[in-house]
């Protein structure tokens, strides 16, 4: 079992900055794989980035692609997703999601942070 909890979301204006934080507990942290995902209101939710166990492979949704970064701290347990230059399209619930297994799908979610980016 994993347990994942979300922090750091919160109201934005564009262009500006914030940094979301997963604290996971249960099974090794520093064994498996961890996404961010999100969803905006009426739309399907989508992968944003993700990072490998050792955090030495990161992957990144074309519409994120440098502005968003995404880094692990194995010793806190902890996933980060750095976002800058947010846009209102940005707006949306973030869960990070933890792969326990190698190359299965997301086993384990969060409930979520809101990031509201005004125009």
């Known amino acids: 079992q994993v347990q994942l909890v979300e922090s750091g979301g919160g109201l934005v204006q564009a262009g500006g900055s914030l940094r979301l934080s997963c604290a996971a507990s249960?099974?090794?942290?520093?064994?498996?794989?961890m996404g961010w995902f999100r969803q905006a209101p009426g739309k399907e939710r989508e992968f944003v980035a993700a990072?490998?166990?050792?955090?030495?492979?990161?992957y990144y949704a074309d519409s994120v692609k440098g502005r968003f970064t995404i880094s692990r701290d194995n010793a806190k347990n902890t996933v980060y997703l750095q976002m800058n230059s947010l846009k209102p399209e940005d707006t949306a619930v973030y869960y990070c999601?933890?792969?326990?297994?190698?190359?299965?799908?997301?086993?384990?979610w969060g409930k979520g942070t809101q990031v509201t980016v005004s125009s």
């Open positions: 249960g099974r090794t942290f520093s064994s498996y794989a």
């Open positions: 990072i490998s166990w050792s955090g030495g492979s990161t």
């Open positions: 999601a933890a792969q326990v297994v190698a190359s299965s799908a997301y086993e384990y």
